[in-house]
């Protein structure tokens, strides 16, 4: 969430705006059509693909606030809310000092946000020195060491070459020794657009401005092969930024045994979803409005139970940029302390059953798990295939890691997977309904029984999840076998590049050395100026294919190879 003076009563508008016309109606049972109605409110057009940190997630996690609170639950997170808040980006702006000028006796200063803007992942300081012409990144006819190079930005036209993208143009400018980079475009794009950091200054200028800095030299840009111009500018770079917050959204059930209510079940998933790229929205009906929908039933359910120990609803923000939500629950417990939680029930894209078997993961991380799910399965009439493993992508891993028995509920990956086709008119309501039984039925045996006794069990991917779409590795129309590489997609920003928020375990990105947080830049022959360059790259290859790669990493461009690996 959007931290701003204005948003205590924006969030009231927000809340009356989603009370309006349904404030009388009953709480929802658990039921079909009652959990498809969450997956549709979740993957309406306002939503917006409910990235974190955006309007369109904020409004989801308002939605979530209004269904906890009707069913009767008590908050469970900061300051008496039902809300936790995170950072989850930090957003660049044009700061005060910012300036560029040519100067000499023909000095001429342009202005910040008309003529020219600095790039948000710009170096900050202040050089002066000669401007070099360099046109599209040809550096081989001209030294550029010391100087403001000065190059043209954006696409050739159809008929000639591909121009290489900000990022690799600005990689180019360092390793030619260059201090500061200037890039000539038709429009500005906006500082924020621009955040991946690259250890040198830059910044994009107009072509009138530009022609403005070459005045004097009688030369122009339409006429001009690389050279060093004679000119000289100043440029000086400082940038402000802002944090960009989302939240988690934690609800509670008091226990009715005064034996066992000082312990507590944790039922989860994430809300959020990759948002929008460009003009493309990315709705995310089962990955995860699915589980979402699924939670809220079991919190609606359970509510007027009143299980024996303690039951904590926690849906979280920032999954799909690295279980960055749950990493902060469990490093800022705030409903109960971690050592207090028996067990971690996750619900992770259940809306595809559609007659397979339910995959539920760590069902040896706790003593009883596995006779105990599979008893609840046969009487829920489900055929499931039970996995040892309490690590995996998605915000499981990261309560098993603290030292909590977990259990993952998933019902399989598909075509639609981080695609803007993930709709919820292709949602087995039918199927979620009972997989949120089978919930309702292992929650209340933990609830009640024996507390579990934790065993760690790590393990790898159990199934493609930060792959598939943007960050890397679906194989177009093949839940399975086709390339994979395994990363994460980081959208926090809406920076150009690839930006990973995390990686697979033993996938071939691991095996590559790349880390949360690198920004891919160029793979193969392809340059990757958004994620869905990156998809359509990997779909393109087969399992062991081995690319090369170039890679941002604090500002500072690396290489290597990547052996691509096989999609589970």
Do not use: C
Request: charged content about 20%; proline content about 7%.
């Amino acid at each position: 969430m959007t931290r701003a003076r204005s948003r205590p009563s924006f969030a009231t508008l927000l809340l009356a705006l989603l009370l309006t016309g349904v404030a009388a109606a009953p709480p929802p049972r658990l039921g079909p059509a009652d959990l498809q109605a969450h997956v549709v409110a979740l993957t309406a057009p306002e939503m917006e693909g409910r990235g974190s940190g955006t309007p369109g997630g904020d409004r989801a996690a308002r939605y979530l606030v209004d269904m906890l609170t009707r069913a009767g639950l008590r908050p469970g997170g900061d300051g008496g809310t039902f809300l936790q808040e995170f950072p989850v980006a930090v957003i660049p702006s044009l700061g005060p000092g910012s300036a560029l000028q040519s100067t000499g006796p023909a000095a001429r200063m342009l202005v910040a946000g008309r003529d020219w803007l600095p790039h948000g992942g710009s170096a900050a300081g202040d050089v002066t020195g000669e401007v070099v012409f360099v046109g599209a990144g040809d550096y081989a006819g001209v030294d550029a060491r010391g100087r403001i190079a000065l190059a043209l930005a954006g696409t050739a036209t159809p008929s000639g070459p591909p121009r290489p993208s900000r990022l690799e143009q600005l990689i180019a400018a360092r390793r030619a020794g260059a201090r500061a980079l200037l890039l000539v475009d038709d429009t500005l794009p906006a500082v924020a657009t621009t955040a991946a950091p690259v250890a040198i200054l830059s910044g994009t200028v107009t072509r009138a401005a530009a022609s403005a800095l070459l005045a004097g030299s009688g030369r122009t840009l339409d006429a001009l092969a690389p050279v060093a111009t004679g000119i000289t500018a100043r440029l000086r770079i400082e940038l402000v930024t802002e944090e960009r917050r989302a939240a988690n959204v934690i609800g509670v059930v008091p226990g009715a045994d005064p034996a066992l209510a000082g312990e507590a079940v944790v039922i989860g998933a994430h809300y959020d979803h990759l948002g929008r790229e460009g003009d493309a929205v990315y709705p995310g009906a089962d990955d995860n409005a699915s589980g979402t929908a699924a939670v809220l039933g079991l919190a609606q359910s359970l509510a007027t139970t009143r299980l024996p120990r303690t039951l904590v609803v926690m849906l979280f923000s920032g999954e799909e940029i690295g279980l960055v939500g749950s990493d902060y629950q469990v490093r800022h417990p705030s409903a109960v302390p971690i050592e207090r939680m028996v067990a971690m029930l996750n619900f992770d894209m259940v809306g595809r059953l559609d007659g397979r078997h339910l995959q539920v993961g760590g069902v040896d991380t706790g003593g009883s798990f596995r006779g105990l799910v599979g008893a609840a399965a046969k009487e829920a009439g489900l055929d499931v295939d039970l996995g040892p493993a309490g690590s995996g992508p998605s915000d499981h891993t990261r309560f098993h890691d603290a030292g909590v028995p977990v259990l993952f509920f998933h019902s399989g990956s598909h075509a639609d997977y981080h695609r803007p086709s993930d709709t919820a008119d292709k949602i087995d309501a039918a199927g979620m309904a009972r997989i949120a039984d089978l919930g309702r039925l292992v929650v209340t045996r933990i609830a009640g029984g024996p507390r579990p006794v934790f065993a760690s069990v790590p393990g790898g991917a159990s199934r493609g999840r930060a792959a598939g779409r943007p960050g890397g590795g679906s194989s177009g129309p093949s839940d399975a076998g086709g390339a994979f590489l395994g990363v994460g997609a980081d959208l926090r920003a809406g920076w150009d590049g690839v930006r990973l928020g995390s990686i697979v375990p033993g996938s071939a990105a691991e095996q590559a050395g790349l880390q949360a947080g690198d920004v891919l830049v160029r793979l193969d022959d392809t340059s990757l100026p958004a994620f869905s360059d990156l998809r359509a790259l990997i779909d393109r290859h087969r399992p062991g294919d081995t690319l090369p790669l170039i890679y941002l990493r604090n500002g500072l461009d690396r290489a290597t190879s990547v052996t691509l690996g096989t999609r589970p």
